[in-house]
């Protein structure tokens, strides 16, 4: 999904103002283990690592996140490790409570939700953006938000994570991919 009106400038600003996804850990005031344990644990197929690279052309992953954010810490980490090593991807990181404006471009029913993973070309330019979480799980979350406490959700969704290691990430993060 790429958004009509969004000046390739814009992201060649904000991919040189974020930071790298280790930088972005090293200074993780909340649920570092999290997204360190992810990270060390992630199991990247070959059919991801291929399709990653394909297209022969370097692409960017531009990603809003907040350490906090467990969505964010259940998915990252997956496509930092692709990218460590696909070679092909770079990922950089960019807070969403300091980039409201940013965010407000890519609202999930109205709210700011993350993370968000904008796949940019050499040139910076949006091919589409990904977030905040696969399909299957988002669909559950969106289906229980009023009748599931919070913690019993919070619960199941990790669950979900952790049996799906990141397949359904890297299969829509990859098919934003030329």
Known sequence: MTLPNTATSDFEVLWN???????FISQAKENRALWEGVYQTAKIPPWALERACEHGKPVRLLVIAEDWCGDASSTVPV????????????????????????????LTNGSR??????????????????????PE??????????????????????RWYAKDQGKSTLRAVLALLP
């Open 17 to 23: 103002r974020a930071i790298p996804y280790e930088q």
């Open 79 to 106: 496509l930092a490790r692709l990218g460590d090593l696909a070679g092909c991807l770079e990922m950089r990181m960019i807070p969403r409570d300091e980039n409201p404006v940013l965010m407000d471009r890519y």
């Open 113 to 134: 939700s993350i993370p968000i993973v904008i796949a940019l070309d050499a040139n910076f330019g949006e091919l589409g953006h990904w977030g905040p979480r696969p």
């Open 137 to 158: 799980i988002q669909a559950w979350v969106m289906e229980h938000m009023a009748t599931v406490p919070s913690d019993e959700r919070y619960k199941y969704v990790r």
